[in-house]
Nanobody, 126 residues
């Protein structure tokens, strides 16, 4: 029913910025809560940020708070993760995930999500 694709990853120096995109290539994100997760080889998948279907509820991990911003753009049928002041510890593969939910639901639990993108890699290094 829904297909999402991430983009925007790349190589940046510490202190730099990236904007990740989670776009619906099939379906409409209007009725879906969206989560951003990241994973490093050998480590557990980590919730980074999430947003409810209406955009009224947002959450951030301790690592992301104050540096990352999640937002919806209904006109583009996408959700963005603006990442500023990047650190080497932010290096990971970032995944977008979606689940149908009412506007009050935003969760950092990966098991709650049904649809996942292919991931986009972020490397922060000097």
């Amino acid at each position: 029913q829904l297909e999402v694709v991430e983009s925007g990853g790349g190589l940046v120096q510490p202190g730099g910025s990236l904007r990740l995109s989670c776009a619906a290539s099939r379906g409409n994100l209007e009725y879906y809560a969206i989560g951003w997760f990241r994973q490093v080889a050998g480590k557990e998948r980590e919730g980074v940020s999430c947003i409810s279907s209406t955009g009224t509820v947002t959450k951030y991990s301790a690592a992301a708070k104050g540096r990352f911003t999640i937002a919806r753009d209904s006109a583009e049928n996408a959700v963005y993760l603006q990442m500023d002041n990047l650190k080497p510890d932010d290096t990971a593969t970032y995944y977008c995930a979606a689940v149908q939910a009412d506007g009050t639901i935003a969760t950092m639990q990966s098991a709650a999500y049904e649809f996942w993108g292919q991931g986009t890699h972020v490397t922060v290094s000097s």
